[in-house]
């Protein structure tokens, strides 16, 4: 099983909704990326977990909330968001040994977020 | 400076000709390259790694690393309509950390 799965593939939010992105993995991988991605640009990270620890969260607004319950499992809580943040979410692992990136990205194919 | 940076394009090739796409990165030390193609609305999909100097060949596509000039490319042979893509270098730097290029446009035109 080399998947990585989202859900929704397709989400439209209003500015006042409260929404999640879901990620999920069964590759043992114990690195998991969020990245958004506007059309036309290379997607740009935003929250790493290593063995479901917040390693990394590149200055995203708060209105962003990620969460890893499991070593399978990551989630983007969405809140209060603007239209700006309109995009595609890239869920994405990676294999890792003693916390060190062994291999490449697997990415899922994109939840696709409109915010109105 | 930026960590990876990639001919953002459009680059246009005729089908059947080769296409080359390079990429060249900032952090000397780096170890782990990677190819990937993105079709429009859809994700990111590894096409070829590399982690040696010197060339490295699966079916059409062969990457080519030179660790000493910083530079990787991605050379497609024989090029398809369905080539038409975005191509994305990623380069896993020093720091454990993934940086991308921000992509080469590539047409095939038939």
């Known amino acids: 099983d080399t998947e990585v799965t989202q859900t929704p593939k397709h989400l439209v939010m209003g500015m006042t909704n409260k929404k999640s992105l879901k990620c999920e993995q069964h590759m043992g991988h114990r690195a998991m990326y969020w990245y958004k991605q506007k059309a036309k640009k290379p997607p740009e990270l935003m929250f790493v977990y290593s063995y479901e620890k917040l390693s990394i969260n590149e200055s995203v607004p708060s209105r962003f909330s990620p969460e890893c319950p499991n070593s399978s499992l990551l989630n983007l809580h969405l809140h209060a968001l603007q239209p700006e943040d309109s995009a595609l979410y890239l869920c994405a692992s990676s294999q890792t040994r003693a916390a060190i990136n062994t291999g490449e990205l697997f990415f899922g194919e994109g939840s696709r977020l409109t915010v109105l | ?110």
Do not use: H
Not at chain 2, 21 to 38: E, I
């Open chain 2, 1 to 110: 400076q930026k960590e990876v940076e990639q001919n953002s394009g459009p680059l246009s090739v005729p089908e059947g000709a080769i296409a080359s796409l390079n990429c060249t990165y900032s952090d000397r030390g780096s170890q782990s390259f990677f190819w990937y193609r993105q079709y429009s609305g859809k994700s990111p999909e590894l096409i070829m790694f590399i982690y040696s100097n010197g060339d490295k060949e699966d079916g059409r596509f062969t990457a080519q690393l030179n660790k000493a000039s910083q530079y990787v490319s991605l050379l497609i042979r024989d090029s398809q309509p369905s080539d038409s893509a975005t191509y994305l270098c990623a380069v896993l730097n020093t720091g454990n950390q993934f940086y991308f290029g921000t992509g080469t446009s590539l047409t095939v035109i038939p």
